[in-house]
T-cell receptor, first 113, second 110 residues
């Protein structure tokens, strides 16, 4: 158990819908990262938050957004869903310090039908 | 930008040694990570190299050559549970957001 909690574990929804994925980082970790893993793309960095502020952005679509709350949990919002958004979405957390090991949650498997 | 190349698949025998190679190109080197990922599960940290040379951690060792843009992960005394994908990754910025290679799927056979 990495100490990073993601909910829900599985999500099935229809095209055009909007979903919210939730992540609770390890106790004491200020940084939260979101990654997308689809079968043909591998793990892709989406966005990073540090202590409530957006720190870095990767290949995140405009239909996707995220935020980190004062209690440090984070949510990833995916809207106008398309079939191609079906993937595993991982959250990871780490301590402050650029080279700190990242701990990954078990992921949310999103299926868009 | 970043680019990482790893073999897609490898097969090795239980009890043997296997070396998984990774070549990378990155603008500004901030170290190299190796993660293990079993199918459908979360990636777990194996190693981090920032200086040239070999770092050993139990059955797993990782090597880095910055001048050659090359790293490898060495797994000794292979066990069936080592069947997994092995991901090479480099930081995208000075922080810990990582650019991952597509991974090497290792199958350990009896």
């Amino acid at each position: 158990d990495s100490g990073v909690t993601q909910t829900p574990k599985h999500l099935i929804t229809a095209t055009g819908q909007r979903v919210t994925l939730r992540c609770s980082p390890r106790s004491g970790d200020l940084s939260v990262y979101w990654y997308q893993q689809s079968l043909d793309q591998g793990l892709q960095f989406l966005i990073q938050y540090y202590n409530g502020e957006e720190r870095a952005k990767g290949n995140i679509l405009e239909r996707f957004s995220a935020q980190q709350f004062p209690d440090l949990h984070s949510e990833l919002n995916l809207s106008s869903l398309e079939l191609g958004d079906s993937a595993l979405y991982f959250c990871a957390s780490s301590q402050q310090g650029g080279k700190a090991e990242a701990f990954f949650g078990q992921g949310t498997r999103l299926t868009v039908v | 930008g970043q680019n990482i190349d790893q073999p897609t698949e490898m097969t090795a025998t239980e009890g043997a040694i296997v070396q998984i190679n990774c070549t990378y190109q990155t603008s500004g080197f901030n170290g190299l990570f190796w993660y293990q990922q079993h199918a459908g599960e979360a990636p777990t940290f194996l190693s981090y190299n920032v200086l040239d040379g070999l770092e050993e951690k139990g059955r797993f060792s990782s090597f880095l050559s910055r001048s050659k843009g090359y790293s490898y992960l060495l797994l000794k005394e292979l066990q069936m549970k080592d069947s997994a994908s092995y991901l090479c990754a480099v930081p995208l910025t000075g922080a810990n957001n990582l650019f991952f290679g597509t991974g090497t799927r290792l199958t350990v056979i009896p």
